[in-house]
T-cell receptor, first 112, second 108 residues
Framework: SQTIHQWPATLVQPVGSPLSLECTVEGTSNPNLYWYRQAAGRGLQLLFYSVGIGQISSEVPQNLSASRPQDRQFILSSKKLLLSDSGFYLC???????????FGPGTRLTVL | RKEVEQDPGPFNVPEGATVAFNCTYSNSASQSFFWYRQDCRKEPKLLMSVYSSGNEDGRFTAQLNRASQYISLLIRDSKLSDSATYLCVVAPGNKLVFGAGTILRVKS
């Protein structure tokens, strides 16, 4: 069966510091991968999605970037965090675009 | 106008009650529809897909009305464990668009 991992689970970072969040999927090949952010009390905002290694589509202009160095690895990064980057970051995978997505446990990021 | 709109609630219901949520979507080209459930501070989890003819999974029934562009979720015999946020999800293309969710609180 497929599983999706994210780490760290919780992170507290100062404004201006860098960020690297990692997501890995097991039990499937060539998944579509997604990064979402959920601000407190808000809906899910799609940040990036990837249909293959090295292929990244950005949904929202911001100071974040994503990379997919391996088939089942998806990384979210920032060079300098802003206060507004605080939120719950969720990675998801799907077998096909536009079909059911399965989420990892998420990373709760607080920028102080 | 938001792509997917839901009443945020909260819906406060007693155990055993029947409760219904509606959701409207703006893109008439949407092809796939889902309900997800999200517990407090947890990731969303798929509750059920929604099919054109309507579908049922135990106490949960989902309906789709393409002409009016709305989706509904009916929960019968509510349990305390049903307390969560229910997310309406629509796929207008190769991505999913999530509603902000409806909060359900089931009280004993």
């Amino acid at each position: 069966s497929q599983t999706i991992h994210q780490w760290p689970a919780t992170l507290v970072q100062p404004v201006g510091s860098p960020l690297s969040l990692e997501c890995t999927v097991e039990g499937t090949s060539n998944p579509n991968l997604y990064w979402y952010r959920q601000a407190a009390g808000r809906g899910l905002q799609l940040l990036f999605y990837s249909v293959g290694i090295g292929q990244i589509s950005s949904e929202v202009p911001q100071n974040l970037s994503a990379s997919r160095p391996q088939d089942r690895q998806f990384i979210l990064s920032s060079k300098k965090l802003l206060l507004s980057d605080s939120g719950f970051y969720l990675c998801a995978w799907s077998a096909l675009a536009g079909y059911t997505q399965y989420f990892g446990p998420g990373t709760r990021l607080t920028v102080l | 106008r938001k792509e997917v709109e839901q009443d945020p609630g909260p819906f406060n219901v007693p155990e055993g009650a029947t409760v219904a949520f509606n959701c409207t979507y703006s893109n008439s080209a949407s092809q796939s529809f889902f309900w997800y459930r999200q517990d407090c501070r947890k990731e969303p989890k798929l509750l059920m897909s929604v099919y054109s003819s309507g579908n049922e999974d135990g106490r949960f029934t989902a309906q789709l009305n393409r002409a009016s562009q709305y989706i509904s979720l009916l929960i019968r015999d509510s349990k305390l464990s049903d307390s969560a946020t229910y997310l309406c999800v629509v796929a207008p293309g190769n991505k999913l668009v999530f509603g902000a969710g409806t909060i359900l609180r089931v009280k004993s």
